[in-house]
């Protein structure tokens, strides 16, 4: 059964820093394309910052700059670092991996972030 493991989080205050982990329990992570989104309240999920499985990056102007993701293959785990943070960026963040060449995809439980003036 596949689980992400989301942890980090939490509060900081305007100009701040958090981070993000998702360890994600699948077999062959190297085949799966790893991203993080978050939802603010009355708000749409979106996308944030977006890996592929050779490590390629994007990211929305909103956060681009400020946010980085990256993956450790041998650990099976993606990784948000958020800088400068702005109190726009408060939301849940989820983890999301989907696997190439499928249709699984799988999302992580959840971690709020609440930045503050």
């Known amino acids: 059964q596949v689980q992400l493991v989301e942890s980090g989080g939490g509060s900081a205050q305007a100009g701040g820093s958090l981070r993000l982990s998702c360890i994600v329990s699948?077999?062959?992570?190297?085949?799966?394309?790893g991203a993080w989104f978050r939802q603010a309240p009355g708000k749409y999920r979106h996308s944030v910052a977006e890996?592929?499985?050779?490590?390629?990056?994007t990211y929305p102007d909103a956060v681009r700059g400020r946010f980085t993701i990256s993956r450790d293959n041998a650990k099976n785990t993606v990784v948000l670092q958020m800088n400068d943070l702005k109190p726009e960026d408060t939301a849940v963040y989820y983890c999301?991996?989907?696997?190439?060449?499928?249709?699984?995809?799988?999302w992580g439980q959840g971690a709020q972030v609440t930045v503050s003036e």
């Open positions: 999301y991996v989907d696997e190439s060449n499928t249709d699984k995809h799988y």
């Open positions: 890996i592929t499985q050779i490590g390629r990056t």
């Open positions: 699948v077999r062959a992570w190297n085949n799966y394309h």
